[in-house]
Nanobody, 126 residues
Framework: QVQLVESGGGSVQAGGSLRLSCAVFGYIDSTGCMGWFRQAPGKEREGVAAIGKDGSTGVANSVKDRFTISRDNAQNTLYLQMDSLKPDDTAMYYC????????????????????WGQGTQVTVSS
């Protein structure tokens, strides 16, 4: 069993920055591929960024050049650095994990991931 615990959310003004963390507990082998997703009220969950076992990454076009995904395997932690935040970034942010093999990410489809955290709220005011 794998448990994911997000932290680092909060309220920030437009143009500001936040760094989200996702602590991973459980069988590390199950968390080879990870990702960040977000869901705003009344909207579907959307993929934000993904990272593979080999460190390869991918980000959604909506956050490209503003958000960076990274991981610290020694600390069993996933990060999402968010810069130049916009009001449209307001959402509940979730981390997700899935066993994977080989190189590359699992992409930004929520259905590709089995394990999910409870989320952390990010609110960006104008």
């Amino acid at each position: 069993q794998v448990q994911l615990v997000e932290s680092g959310g909060g309220s920030v003004q437009a143009g500001g920055s936040l760094r989200l963390s996702c602590a991973v507990f459980g069988y590390i082998d199950s968390t080879g591929c990870m990702g960040w997703f977000r869901q705003a009220p009344g909207k579907e969950r959307e993929g934000v960024a993904a990272i593979g076992k080999d460190g390869s990454t991918g980000v959604a076009n909506s956050v490209k050049d503003r958000f960076t995904i990274s991981r610290d395997n020694a600390q069993n932690t996933l990060y999402l650095q968010m810069d130049s935040l916009k009001p449209d970034d307001t959402a509940m942010y979730y981390c997700a994990a899935q066993r994977c093999y080989g190189s590359g990410t699992l992409g930004l489809r929520a259905s590709a991931y089995t394990f999910w955290g409870q989320g952390t709220q990010v609110t960006v005011s104008s």
